[in-house]
């Protein structure tokens, strides 16, 4: 008895096909693109759309439908991903290229204090001044944020307290950071009288902002945090409070870490709410408690409004070096996620 | 050390939902008790309620008694946090700490209530609560990796020895071998023959063989009708549960015909 041969083999496409078709659309969109003078961006653009018609057109007549649909999908999100990759390669290369002159040892370890005209000036005070001012932030929101969160998921759980209070933290969200500033100030006029000006009013003003970031991303992470763990603790008679210190927090700490350091990556390139609050000095100020502090947003902003040369180059640089204490940050995050993250394997 | 529980008209409520309903019932101390009964009858509810783990769900109370060697564990007096120190648990599901190590997780019971201990004596607790566990020698030479890293059937003895290194009065274990293969089961089988000379064992299972392998008495839930409580039908020796018992239904669901 013969049965029907199994179907499971069937024509394919060789495996530079796509490379083929990409080379050859690029080619095709050349020719108009010479002719009337397109820009390379235009050119791109009508070479993608000759790929995403002549990819699948030729799948089809050989592979057949089904694999014809995958190609125009596959080619479709590969496109997304460009055009959602490219503005970010684009500014980290204008910024690269901008910022880099700038960019030497006195520029670094430098303050703007008495620099006039096209002298050498640097950053060194806006450098100590953002990371004091984002530290102190942190220092002020991150223990609100996390216990905030420790009630919301441990304690309050659907409680109308908790409600409340999760419809005021995504309100918080929603605070435009200029407002946050105004706040800020006005607390220290209120308390200090009209003239003070200090870091630390940055710093609340930041940690007004960053508190929701920290709620939200702890309380995901510690609901994330398996029931069947509270349960073990319990059963071993730790009562709760040490069940939150000992088992929750820890197995949810790679996730909070992380949290609390994108929200400080989203803080420190704040620049309206320190404009107003903390003021700008051409000096290195070191205390938090008084006097003007100027941060790198502040500083980038300041000299970029001061319409030379001189200063866009400082501007471009105090750029790229406040873009690189971003990226340092979440690296950083990312390493300590990863040490603290609940071991796994042999 | 091992205590007995008396258990009388207890019902168990989640909110306005009544679980169990009247149950009486006497486990005797260093011996095994086991549960059985159709899914959803109530046996896991009735397990927690004996170290009031039910509490952890918002909305559970009991009424009635649970009287554990003369002092009611209900009692506004009692503190759950005290009660489920001597009364320890085995879950379903191995659940080992996954931030801590296995000597960690057997010691979690005495680092996570900040007990000082003597490095010769924690060595003493992880060694004899392991090797009572039946582990030791599958892990004496990587005490120190993630509890994480070892197989279900080990995790799930790393949890035995987990609770019994706190040395409970007793343990209760929910389903203990459900997730686990019949190499690991029998492993922790003959652990509970062995448990039971200092401990008092209370077991859930879906396992007949299994009750009828390792415990001394079996309880029957079951319901009285779909979307009635469950309830205690009956109590008795094992020996006699499986051979003439003294409900028909007993009969019925032990030797399969159930419905």
């Known amino acids: ?346 | 050390m091992a205590k007995s529980i008396d258990v009388s008209d207890l019902n168990i409520y989640y909110g306005d939902f009544l679980a169990v309903e009247g149950v009486n019932m006497t486990v005797k101390s260093k011996s095994v008790t086991a549960f059985i009964g159709p899914s959803g009858c109530g046996k896991s509810t009735m397990l927690r309620s004996l170290n009031r783990m039910h509490e952890v769900i918002p909305g559970a109370r009991v009424e009635g008694k649970v009287v554990v060697d003369g002092q009611s564990l209900y009692d506004a007096s009692v503190d759950p946090v005290a009660v489920r120190r001597q009364i320890g648990m085995v879950f379903q599901r191995p659940n080992p700490f996954p931030t801590m190590s296995i000597y960690d997780n057997v010691l979690a019971g005495n680092r996570l209530n900040a007990k000082r201990l003597k490095r010769d004596d924690a060595d003493t607790i992880v060694e004899r609560s392991l090797k009572q566990a039946n582990l030791w020698n599958e892990v004496k030479d990587r005490l120190n990796k993630p509890g994480m890293g070892l197989s279900g059937g080990q995790q799930q003895r790393l949890c035995i020895a987990r609770a019994i290194a706190v040395e409970p009065e007793v343990l209760l274990m929910d389903e203990p071998c459900s997730a686990l293969d019949p190499i690991s089961t029998s492993a922790i089988e003959d652990l509970i023959h062995e448990l039971k000379s200092d401990y008092t064992i209370v077991i859930v299972t879906h396992n007949m063989q299994q009750a009828a392998r390792v415990s001394d008495d079996t309880g029957f839930f079951n319901l009285k009708a779909a979307g009635q409580p469950g309830h205690l039908v009956e109590f008795n020796p094992t020996k006699k549960m499986f051979s003439t018992p003294d409900e028909a239904s007993t009969e019925a669901y032990i030797s399969g015909r159930f419905g």
Request: proline residues 5%.
């Open chain 1, 1 to 346: 008895m013969t049965s029907a041969a199994l179907h499971i083999s069937q024509a394919r496409l060789p495996r530079w096909a796509p490379i083929l078709v990409g080379v050859m659309a690029l080619a095709v969109a050349g020719l108009p693109a010479l002719l009337s003078g397109w820009g390379a961006v235009t050119w791109l653009v009508a070479a993608i759309a000759v790929f995403l018609v002549a990819m699948p057109l030729w799948s089809r007549l050989v592979e057949g439908r089904r694999a014809a649909t995958d190609r125009f999908v596959t080619a479709l999100i590969w496109t997304a991903f460009g055009v959602a990759v490219s503005p970010l390669v684009w500014l980290l290369w204008v910024v690269i290229s901008n910022g880099l002159p700038a960019i030497n040892a006195d520029f670094l370890t430098q303050s703007m204090l008495n620099v006039i005209g096209d002298e050498q000036g640097g950053i060194y005070h806006a450098l100590i001044g953002t990371l004091l001012i984002t530290l102190a932030a942190a220092v002020i929101s991150v223990p609100i944020g996390i216990l905030t969160a420790v009630y919301l998921v441990e304690y309050g759980a659907r409680s109308r307290v908790a409600r409340v209070i999760t419809f005021l933290v995504d309100v918080m969200t929603g605070i435009p950071s200029i407002v946050a500033g105004l706040f800020a100030l006005a607390l220290l006029v209120l308390l200090f009288g009209p003239a003070f000006r200090a870091g630390i009013g940055g710093s609340i003003a930041l940690s007004l902002l960053m508190i929701p970031t920290v709620v939200r991303s702890s309380e995901e992470m510690m609901r994330l945090v398996p029931d069947d763990l509270r349960e073990a603790s319990f059963a071993l008679g730790v009562p709760k409070w040490r069940t939150v210190t000992r088992v929750v927090l820890p197995t949810a700490l790679s996730g909070i870490v992380t949290g609390v350091v994108l929200a400080i990556s989203r803080v420190i390139g704040e620049t309206a709410p320190l404009l107003v609050v903390a003021g700008s000095t051409d000096g290195v100020n070191t205390n938090l408690f008084d006097g003007r502090m100027t941060t790198l947003p502040v500083f980038i902003f300041s000299q970029y409004s001061s319409s030379t040369p001189v200063g866009y180059e400082r501007a471009w640089g105090g750029a790229l070096v406040l873009i690189a204490l971003v990226m340092v940050l979440n690296l950083v995050a990312r390493i300590i996620g990863r040490i603290f993250s609940p071991a796994k394997g042999h």
